[in-house]
C-alpha cells in the first residue's frame, strides 16, 4: 500500500516544481457546513481535500474541544467551563478525538488556540501537554502536525514529545527570514505564512530557503485562483482553504 503523503516529509530535491501541494481544509469545508464541526470535516474531505486544519481548546475539567474562540457567548471562556456545561448548550461542538477518528487516515493540522492576550489565556500550555498525550495514547502519526501562533505552545510540544512534527503560524507582520529562523532554532518541522507572504520573488526565493533548510511550508488560507497560481510557482508545500473541492479542481 502506497504510504499517505505527510506534512512535513521533505522531498529531497527542492529543485523539482512545480509540485503539486497538499490541500487541508480549514476548519472543514466552512463553505458546506459550519466550521469545526464533524459535518465541516467530512465535507472537506469529501470534497478531495487530504486532510484538515482545525482549533483546538482545553476545558477546565481537561477535554480537547475544537473550536476557533476562547470564549462562547452565554457560556463562557471555555478554559474555565466544564465540558458537559460546553456539550449541553453546543451540541456541534467536536472534541478533538471525535475529529480524530473521523479522520483517521487523513492529514490533521492541529492549531493550539492559547495566544497570549486572549481570554482565558494559559500561560502553562497545558492544552499543548494534553494533545501531546492524546497523540501519544493513539500511537502517534506523521499525518499529524500541530501548530500554533503561541511560540511557548509548540515549544512545549517539542520539550515534551520531539518526535510530533510542529509548525509556526505565523501572521504577515512577521518578516519570513525570521520566522525561518524562528522554526529552524525551535527544531520546528514546517512555517505556517499567510499567503501575502509569499508575494513576489521574494516569496518564491523564501520557500527555496525553507526547503534549503528541511522546513515545509504550508500556506493559509487560499480561496482565489490567481493566489493559488502564484503560490504554485513557489512550490509551496501545502495550502489550506475554505473551499476544497474548488482548489481541487484548479489544480
Keep these: 500500500m502506497e504510504s499517505?503523503?505527510?506534512?512535513?516529509?521533505?522531498?529531497?530535491?527542492?529543485?523539482?516544481?512545480?509540485?503539486?501541494p497538499?490541500?487541508?481544509?480549514?476548519?472543514?469545508?466552512?463553505k458546506a457546513a459550519p466550521e469545526n464541526t464533524l459535518a465541516s470535516f467530512a465535507a472537506a474531505l469529501a470534497e478531495g481535500a487530504d486532510g484538515v486544519e482545525l482549533d483546538v481548546h482545553s476545558t477546565a475539567d481537561g477535554v480537547l474541544v475544537v473550536l476557533h474562540?476562547?470564549?462562547?457567548?452565554?457560556?463562557?471562556?471555555?478554559?474555565?467551563?466544564q465540558w458537559g456545561t460546553i456539550a449541553a448548550?453546543?451540541?456541534?461542538?467536536?472534541?478533538?478525538?471525535?475529529v480524530l477518528d473521523l479522520?483517521?487516515?487523513?492529514?490533521?493540522?492541529?492549531?493550539?488556540?492559547?495566544?497570549?492576550?486572549?481570554?482565558?489565556?494559559?500561560?502553562?500550555?497545558?492544552?499543548?501537554?494534553l494533545v501531546v498525550a492524546l497523540l501519544v495514547s493513539r500511537g502517534k502519526s506523521d499525518t499529524v502536525v500541530i501548530s500554533s501562533f503561541e511560540l511557548a505552545a509548540i515549544a512545549r510540544v517539542r520539550e515534551?514529545?520531539?518526535?510530533?512534527?510542529?509548525?509556526?503560524?505565523?501572521?504577515?507582520?512577521?518578516?519570513?527570514?525570521?520566522?525561518?529562523?524562528?522554526?529552524?532554532?525551535?527544531?520546528?518541522?514546517a512555517v505556517h505564512p499567510h499567503w501575502?507572504?509569499?508575494?513576489?520573488?521574494?516569496?518564491?526565493?523564501?520557500?527555496?530557503?525553507?526547503?534549503?533548510s528541511?522546513?515545509?511550508?504550508?500556506?493559509?488560507?487560499?480561496?482565489?485562483?490567481?493566489?493559488?497560481?502564484?503560490l504554485l510557482a513557489a512550490g509551496l508545500d501545502c495550502v489550506i482553504t475554505d473551499t476544497p473541492a474548488i482548489l481541487r479542481a484548479w489544480l
Design 22 to 30: 497538499l490541500i487541508l481544509g480549514h476548519r472543514g469545508a466552512p
Design 103 to 129: 479522520c483517521k487516515g487523513s492529514l490533521v493540522n492541529i492549531e493550539i488556540k492559547n495566544s497570549e492576550g486572549d481570554a482565558g489565556y494559559d500561560p502553562t500550555q497545558r492544552t499543548a501537554d
Design 89 to 98: 448548550a453546543m451540541p456541534s461542538i467536536p472534541t478533538l478525538e471525535q
Design 160 to 189: 515534551i514529545d520531539g518526535e510530533i512534527p510542529t509548525g509556526f503560524l505565523y501572521a504577515p507582520n512577521v518578516p519570513n527570514v525570521e520566522a525561518l529562523a524562528t522554526a529552524t532554532s525551535g527544531g520546528h518541522s
Design 196 to 212: 501575502v507572504s509569499l508575494a513576489g520573488d521574494e516569496g518564491a526565493k523564501f520557500v527555496d530557503d525553507c526547503h534549503a
Design 4 to 20: 499517505l503523503p505527510t506534512l512535513t516529509g521533505m522531498n529531497p530535491d527542492s529543485s523539482l516544481a512545480p509540485r503539486t
Design 214 to 230: 528541511g522546513v515545509k511550508v504550508n500556506v493559509w488560507t487560499v480561496n482565489d485562483e490567481p493566489v493559488l497560481v502564484a
Design 69 to 81: 474562540d476562547p470564549e462562547i457567548n452565554n457560556v463562557g471562556v471555555i478554559r474555565d467551563t
